[in-house]
């Protein structure tokens, strides 16, 4: 995002595990907030979870989806929306394992 003469941008990514890092559970920096979270669900909450996002996704103002090959319960969602000049989002990232799955959600917030 750019406002004014501010650029910001924020990166979830499931290869930071790969790497020898991990997602906070909360972060702060000036203007700009992260709380995230990771559950392990078994295959029906994961798969009821899965259905209920992409139903959002196609239905929902503010909401955008991905999915990703081999699994219709692999995907990320998107919900955001304007906070006074800056923005609100919340994220989930759900990574189907054969038997449930993981969801990685997190909640942004980012005032310039």
Avoid: K
Avoid at 3 to 28: D, K, M, V, W, Y
Wanted: with cysteine; charged share 20%; aromatic share 10%.
């Amino acid at each position: 995002m750019h406002h004014g003469g501010t650029a910001f941008s924020e990166q979830i990514s499931c290869s930071a595990r790969n790497q020898g890092s991990s997602l906070p559970a909360h972060t702060e920096a000036p203007g700009y907030r992260l709380e995230s979270r990771s559950d392990t669900h078994d295959e029906s909450t994961f798969r009821r979870l899965a259905h209920e996002l992409r139903r959002r996704c196609a239905r929902d103002d503010g909401w955008l989806g991905g999915m990703f090959p081999g699994d219709d319960a692999a995907l990320t969602a998107l919900a955001a929306e304007p906070d006074g000049t800056g923005w609100r989002w919340q994220t989930w990232h759900l990574y189907p394992t054969g038997s449930g799955g993981s969801v990685v959600y997190t909640a942004s917030r980012w005032q310039p």
